[in-house]
């Protein structure tokens, strides 16, 4: 199989690009490390460029077999705090200084990982978030997030405790100390390079917002000694072999390489990517089998709910028929539905006819079928209430009557029969003669 047979049937991971200026004109990346990791493991990086209107195509990049979110501007305070955390102008102004290159919002970037995000969680599309991708993550969950991890959280902390996660001076070569929590992925992945029972690890930092509320599904995976959080994950959705990965990780395991080579700080860090596109080949293939595999037609809860009205109405009419009963008192309005039904539909196949006697459906102008019932049941509880008001007297001469009335019907009814017997065997004897 050529190279580009290859690349046809392997599963698609989705990568947003940033936006960055290069000649005064917009130009969309993604940093190569993502994409070269993606590659190695078995996936193809499908970007998406981070341009107006693509947050409306999202389905033209069918089928998606996973997301990965990475590098980027601070998210939109007012997509997870309204308040903008009680920063006085000047506070936010100094912000904006120092962190110029995060701080520029970018909402059409916002609105693309935000829906991609939530497709992900709504589908059980693999998710692996890296440092702004995790944060897309929690606030699309109704997680929280620091909006400046140093004003808000690190002036609360004693000296010991305060951690730098931005230093530019040292840009790749900064490292922090995080806390892996036991028996999570990243315990798994790092247990070979954790010391004695200290559980700890140097990840490197680039970010000044972060987690503040973790979402309610996600459980952390690491804390830096501050208390930020720097990775977590859904515990119910992690079974790469299962096609299942929903993840945030706060610091880039793709970057933790020597500065002089290429090798990685711990042997761990590849492994987020690693097993992330174990999840995205294990969903291909389920999402493969799955549409090999006919189904049989799924209606809209709306639409299901409506066949069941109708069902109960065709149910009911053929056990009134059966029993020959007509009393429609507490049935009347589901007797109706049926019946707009039957007339609405005035070109229906043999097969729906057939079907539809099945179920009882056997008047089709049934409104008028059902005005005629709800006549003989008036005029019946109209004579009921005449009767009962009538003496012992008055009923007796009212049963000699139609008594009377009945032998009268009988024989006239006889004579009719006769004459009409006569008449039948007077026109066969001529056409016979």
Avoid at 412 to 420: G, V, Y
Wanted: proline residues 3%; aromatic residues 8%; hydrophobic residues 35%.
């Amino acid at each position: 199989m050529g190279s580009s047979d290859l690349s046809m049937v392997l599963p698609r991971v989705l990568i947003v690009s940033r936006r960055t200026v290069r000649k005064n004109k917009f130009v969309d990346f993604v940093g190569e490390y993502h994409l070269d990791l993606i590659v190695s493991y078995g996936a193809v990086p499908v970007i998406v460029p981070r341009v107006t209107g693509v947050h409306m195509l999202l389905e033209s990049f069918e089928p998606i077999h996973g997301v990965l979110l990475c590098e980027g501007e601070d998210i939109d305070p007012s997509l997870y705090d309204a308040e903008l955390s009680g920063f006085a102008p000047e506070e936010l102004e100094e912000i904006r200084a120092l962190h110029a290159s995060d701080t520029a919002i970018d909402k059409e970037k916002d609105t693309i990982e935000l829906r991609l995000a939530k497709l992900c969680l709504e589908r059980n599309i693999p998710y692996l978030g890296i440092c702004r991708g995790s944060q897309v993550l929690n606030v699309a969950c109704g997680g929280t997030l620091y909006q400046d991890i140093e004003k808000e959280m690190s002036k609360n902390c004693s000296l010991g405790q305060r951690v730098v996660h931005m230093n530019y001076e040292n840009y790749d070569g900064h490292r922090h100390l995080v806390k892996v929590v036991e028996d999570t992925p990243l315990h798994q992945w790092f247990r070979d390079s954790l010391e004695g029972n200290k559980m700890e690890i140097m990840v490197n930092s680039y970010h000044h917002q972060g987690v503040k509320k973790l979402a309610q599904r996600f459980v952390p995976m690491a804390f830096a000694s501050d208390g930020l959080i720097e990775g977590f994950y859904d515990p119910d959705a992690y079974n790469p072999q299962e096609g299942k990965f929903i993840m945030g990780l706060q610091f880039h395991p793709e970057r933790m390489r020597n500065q002089d080579s290429d090798n990685f700080d711990y042997p761990g860090c590849k492994s987020a990517y690693q097993e992330f596109v174990k999840a995205v080949i294990a969903y291909e293939k389920k999402l493969s089998c799955s549409a090999s595999i006919p189904k049989s037609v799924k209606l809209d809860q709306e639409i299901e709910n409506k066949r069941k009205v109708i069902v109960r109405s065709f149910s009911i009419a053929r056990n009134m028929y059966s029993s020959g009963g007509g009393k429609v008192s507490g049935q009347e309005s589901e007797l109706q539905v049926g019946a707009e039904f039957l007339e609405a539909n005035t070109a229906l196949s043999l097969q729906q006819e057939n079907r539809l006697k099945q179920m009882g459906a056997t008047v089709r102008n049934a409104s008028t079928y059902i005005e005629r019932l709800k006549m003989n049941e008036e005029r019946e509880r109209v004579a009921r209430n005449i009767i009962g008001k009538m003496s012992v007297g008055q009923l007796s001469d009212l049963i000699s009557f139609y008594h009377m009335m009945g032998q009268i019907c009988s024989e006239a009814l006889e004579k009719k029969l006769h004459d009409l017997v006569v008449i039948t065997a007077k026109m066969h004897f001529a056409a016979t003669a």
